[in-house]
């Protein structure tokens, strides 16, 4: 964790500010990866990056950023976690995930949770600065096959898979139990009532039609959708 000089080139008083990102990717040659390239362009600059998700965390209530670039698995919280903290923390920050798992299997699950894009990680450079501009207006950044993806559901609603019914904290909570994560475990990671998780994992169950908490981890093994 830490914050970084060494990116920003301002030439003059009159230079508008680039755009303050945040990295968080628990491998050291990915965050470098990025920065290397993203460094190129005077509009954007490293300000800081993350190891982890209470790193971010850390980070980003003592710091102001313009765009989180966000990797979904990490070690201690993972991409959907951070994800709802940064929102409670600050609910205008600007969050684009970047993945290494197919569109298929997060970024609409993502984008409800509050982000603004998706990209895979082997998206070419360009298309991974075109997405940080266009999060960084303001604006939703979908990669061609993500929003191929949501345009289907639009047009198709009863072919999603199951796990893309289910709401955003039934989705947490669906990968918690699939994980192996006890609902007093989970009851007191996301600070509710064991009896809350209970009702949630009673609604996933139904939803998804399937019977245990085995199930569960067979279809998310079945599914990628475990790190």
Do not use: W
Not at 80 to 106: A, N, W
Not at 132 to 143: D, E, K, M, Q, T
Not at 212 to 227: E, F
């Amino acid at each position: 964790m830490g914050l970084c000089c060494n990116h920003t080139n301002v030439d003059g008083p009159h230079m508008p500010q680039p755009t303050r990102i945040l990295l968080v990717d628990d491998h050291q040659i990915v965050r470098a990866g990025l920065a290397q390239f993203i460094v190129e362009h005077d509009d954007l600059a490293v300000a800081a990056e993350a190891g982890s998700g209470d790193e971010a965390i850390q980070l980003i209530r003592q710091n102001e950023f313009d765009v989180v670039i966000l990797d979904i698995s990490m070690p201690d919280k993972n991409g959907i976690d951070t994800l709802r903290i940064i929102k409670q923390l600050k609910p205008d920050l600007h969050v684009l995930i970047l993945s290494g798992y197919p569109e298929t299997h997060y970024a609409v699950n993502m984008l409800r949770a509050g982000a603004n894009g998706y990209v895979c990680k082997d998206a070419a450079p360009e298309e991974v600065i075109r997405a940080i501009r266009i999060v960084a207006r303001g604006r939703r950044y979908l990669s061609e096959a993500a929003a191929d993806l949501v345009s289907d559901q639009l047009r198709h609603p009863t072919d999603k898979k199951m796990h893309e019914t289910l709401s955003e904290r039934e989705f947490q909570i669906f990968q918690k139990l699939a994980a192996g994560q006890s609902p007093t475990a989970i009851a007191e990671e996301l600070h509710l009532s064991v009896k809350t998780v209970s009702t949630y994992r009673t609604r996933v169950l139904e939803k998804m039609a399937l019977k245990t908490n085995a199930d569960l981890t067979y279809y998310a093994i079945k599914n990628a959708l475990l790190d």
